[in-house]
């Protein structure tokens, strides 16, 4: 109910349990490279997951989740995207 607008997410093979795919009534698209893919390749949609990753890193403290609890992770989470928000409304400007 939350997150009422979220119909679809994008994950990495990390994220590919039925634990994952029934926590929530949003759908998680596993983004896997082909079979017998060697080297680098540009996926149609793994290039958002790996976005996504480079995003959170870049604020040091969600590079490894040291949080006693989820609602401080959850609240550097949002911190993380305001500033990444802030950062691209001031380029627009």
């Known amino acids: 109910r939350r997150w009422a607008f979220v119909e679809l997410c994008f994950a990495d093979s990390g994220y590919a349990g039925d634990r994952v795919a029934n926590a929530s009534r949003i759908r998680v698209e596993i983004v896997r490279k082909p079979k017998?893919?060697?080297?680098?390749?540009?996926?149609?949609?793994?290039?958002?997951?790996?976005?996504?990753?480079?995003?959170?890193?870049?604020?040091?403290?969600?590079?490894?989740?040291?949080?006693?609890?989820?609602?401080?992770?959850?609240?550097?989470?949002?911190?993380?995207?305001?500033?990444l928000l802030l950062r691209r409304s001031a380029r627009c400007g």
């Open 36 to 83: 017998g893919q060697v080297g680098f390749t540009v996926h149609a949609r793994r290039w958002v997951v790996e976005r996504f990753f480079a995003w959170i890193n870049r604020n040091r403290r969600l590079a490894k989740d040291f949080e006693a609890s989820i609602a401080s992770a959850e609240a550097f989470l949002y911190a993380a995207s305001v500033m």
